[in-house]
């Protein structure tokens, strides 16, 4: 692992996002508050649907139609959520930027690559010729491994690990300060899934990049990543080092999702209890009360804060004095 800098590089404040829809409001991040530092790697886990993805995108300020935003997220010192609109646009890929899943989806079968490469280049940075975009795309291909011979290429003449290669180095050729990786390993074998993990922690440290990975995969977050944040219902109820989270879990979920682990000396099955609630109208109190082994009264009446249980390590429970 790379030196952390003392400074975060990105700071997000009370931010709650989420999306109108005719049944109701979906809150789907709800008062979340997040930083990362320079060169560190913080990993977001999670179930489906707790609001993993939405916080990637609402850092970035690209929801969908129907999607708000509230808080402040702020990267290397500017408050993007209150900066005009061509500003935002600006930062994304400059101070910011989202590598998907699936890239497939995302990369459009009819440009090539270096289409891609000029397109967005040079909306950033419109005095950059076409050669010279083509030149700086040659020079970030290679060093995702991809021969820059390759450039003339469409999509579908690549394999899947490299299309997502060539995702992050459309994410990474302007050199932002963070990049947030949505499930960046999705559908890939286990082999080019290792290559592609070795690749950004490669980037985080030569470039001295944040990095948020949005993962389901705990294995992936406990090889790549320094800290991880555990996100359930729309909220973080558990922040702290990979050590201390896999060694000594403090939040019962998270607890939960590691007993969920099958190892090479698993000899049962073990899962979480019910299922995560619905956001439309979630519970009062803690979300996880409804499937938490440890509940108590207060926990189905007040919604409990992020305490510190240990040095650098924080959980919102009621466990803990404080929350």
Known sequence: MSAVGTAPMLSVRGVSAGYRTPRGIVRAVDDVDLEIRAGEAVGLVGESGCGKSTLGRAIVGILPEGGFVDGDVVIGGRELSKLPAAERRKARGEDVAL???????????????????????????????????????????KSMGIPPTRLENYPHEFSGGMRQRIMIALGIVLRPRLVIADEPTTALDVIVEAQILALLEDLKNVYDMGLLLITHNLGIVAQTCDRVAVMYAGKIVEIGTVEAIFSAPKHPYTQGLLRSLIHLDTTHLSSIRGAPPDLLSPPPGCRFAPRCPDVMPVCTTRVPRLTETESGQVAACYLYPGA
Not at 107 to 122: C, G, K, Q, T, W
């Open 99 to 141: 590598v998907f899943q699936e890239p497939m989806t995302r990369l459009d079968p009819l440009m090539r690559v270096s289409d891609h490469f000029i397109e967005m280049i040079r909306a950033h940075r419109p005095e950059t010729s076409k050669e010279e975009a083509r030149e700086m795309a040659r020079g970030v291909l």
